[in-house]
């Protein structure tokens, strides 16, 4: 039923998501304490409220309007045949699915910027110029690299990769990213010089947000279906493509790259930094990636045993600790 409902084209289901999202995140309002993230930057200081109430509520709020920005630019750019809010649905549950992580952290603000920066490429290829869409995407990763410092820092790859995907060669162009770099840079050495503080991103093996979430076997299934969730779509997409418009294939091949940078950052922040919070890092590409399947696929009710599996074990992670026996 809830797979049904998202994707129909109606926007009435949009004003369900707080609904589902005030369900998974009820355990998270059951606790009166916050995990305080290590090596915070200064500009996620800014957003980390001291409330456990407050901060998971501002959280709440940032996680939703990422989720309906991203859906309402896939509707417009047509990447379906008809307007769908899967992407919203997937975003939510992927960002909710970690009870440790349902609060402000630095993945919540730094994945509205990539938002943000997939939205301005997504306008790359209807352009004659397009150096302000590659300028402002490039500032709004650098941006979410100045909050999730450093895994965020390769996704600065992905407007020259959109560029060599959609464009013909322009250097100018492709000097778009480099000044929007340099922007940032000049921005930071001088909040630096001002305020005199220690310039901690010099530590490049710090993790941001470092989490030891105990694993359980309902953590491994939920692994495992998305592991088949993710080879599913991307053949189901491959699929798709293959009898599409040059747009359509261009647009996707950007999405594909956008997955293939997030699964670098990933393995960084799991192999390196020994992190478990490295799984919302693809929540973006991952609930678009995801969406092709559901939408797509011809077997219903394959798609509804994965989808409510793939929901139950969610919540049995999130409720685990309220259960009267230990999964």
Known sequence: MILKFYKSNSTFVIFALPIIM??????????????????????????????????????????????????????????????????????????????EMQQMHPLVISNLFWVLAYRRLLNVYNQVQCKSEIFDASIFICLATLVTFPSAGVLILLPFITLAIVRPFDFKEYM???????????????????????????????????????????HYGLYGLMAIVMYLSGFKLLAKSNVSSVRFRKTTSVLLAFLAITFSAMFYERMISQNDSF????????????????????????????FYTMLSLILINLYQPYFPFNF
């Not at 009166?32 to 407050?54: A, I």
């Not at 990636?289 to 009710?301: A, D, I, T, V």
């Open 22 to 99: 005030a369900i998974l995140w009820a355990p998270a309002f059951m606790q009166n304490t916050l995990t305080v993230p290590s090596n915070s930057t200064f500009v996620f200081d800014w957003f980390y409220l001291e409330s456990p109430l407050l901060n998971r509520l501002l959280a709440m709020a940032i996680i939703l309007a990422t989720a309906i920005l991203l859906n309402a630019e896939i509707n417009k750019n047509e990447i379906f045949e008809r307007n769908t809010y899967i992407p919203a649905l997937f975003y939510v549950l992927i960002m909710s699915s970690v009870v």
């Open 176 to 218: 778009m990213p480099f000044f929007a770099i340099l922007l940032v840079a000049v921005y930071l050495f001088s909040y630096y010089y001002i305020t005199q503080e220690e310039f901690e991103y010099l530590n490049l093996l710090s993790p941001y947000f470092k989490l030891d979430i105990p694993l359980y076997w309902t």
């Open 279 to 306: 799984l919302l890092i693809g929540a973006v590409p991952f609930s678009l990636l995801w969406s092709f399947y559901f939408f797509y696929n011809e077997k219903k009710w394959i798609g509804n045993i994965i």
